[in-house]
């Protein structure tokens, strides 16, 4: 009788090391990255992210700002000083973004 269990055991073993490589495959999860806008300037001026992250951009500047693709692809209206904005994209490429508050303030987010 302890020789049928020992080999469901060693099966039941070789089944779970096929399946523990799978799961190493699994995709990572999401990551909120953090954008400030202090001194008139996006830092970090560029970033990269995976699609499915989201970036928060957070405006320590005392008066409001924006984050405006130049293609349209999000923009944030009005931040005021000391709020918030989150964005998560849609799809995949690389974004030139500005304040269309103050247009010299430039930056680039690309997305993985």
């Not at 996006?42 to 970036?55: A, H």
């Not at 989150?86 to 930056?107: I, L």
Request: with cysteine; hydrophobic share 40%; glycine share 8%.
């Amino acid at each position: 009788m302890g020789q049928p269990l020992g080999r469901a055991a060693a099966a039941l073993g070789l089944l779970l090391c096929s399946v523990m490589p799978g799961a190493a495959a699994l995709p990572p999860k999401p990551v909120t990255h953090t954008i400030t806008i202090d001194g008139t300037r996006f830092q970090p001026e560029t970033l990269t992210v995976k699609l499915g992250d989201s970036i928060l951009w957070v405006n320590k500047d005392p008066f409001p700002h924006t984050a405006t693709a130049k293609d349209g692809q999000f923009d944030s209206k009005s931040i005021a000083a000391g709020k918030s904005w989150k964005y998560k994209p849609a799809k995949r490429g690389d974004f030139d973004y500005v304040c269309r508050f103050h247009p010299t303030m430039a930056a680039v987010l690309h997305v993985q």
